[in-house]
């Protein structure tokens, strides 16, 4: 299993990035993926989760209404559309498997992460 994050960049504050996940030796479709931060000094947090068979979406509430998770099946990668960014976004992030409870968590697979950088 592997998962490969891309499309991190810089940006002003309010700017937009869009990360994709790309998936190889097996069919995202079958997995929960979602996207996890980790800021310097901080814990890795999960941040948005898309169920695989459902396709339901969850966020994390700080950033609810400003990213969007999706999922194109046919090319076997998730998306993470950012807009409205925060310097707070700044962090490398990751995808991975994950789960939902009382928040996002991860549940076995990692990507290699792409760094974020928010500022003006």
């Known amino acids: 299993v592997q998962l490969q994050a891309s499309g991190g960049g810089s940006v002003q504050p309010g700017g937009s990035l869009r990360l994709s996940c790309a998936a190889s030796r097996f069919a995202l479709d079958y997995y929960a993926i979602g996207w996890f931060r980790q800021a310097p000094g901080k814990e890795r947090e999960g941040i948005s989760c898309?169920?695989?068979?459902?396709?339901?979406?969850h966020y994390a509430d700080s950033v609810k209404g400003r990213f969007t998770i999706s999922r194109d099946n046919r090319k076997n990668t998730v998306y993470l559309q950012m807009n409205s960014l925060k310097p707070e976004d700044t962090a490398v992030y990751y995808c991975?498997?994950?789960?939902?409870?009382?928040?996002?968590?991860?549940?076995?697979?990692w990507g290699q992460g792409t760094q974020v950088t928010v500022s003006s």
């Open positions: 991975g498997t994950c789960g939902v409870g009382d928040n996002i968590y991860h549940t076995g697979y």
């Open positions: 898309i169920q695989g068979s459902a396709g339901s979406t």
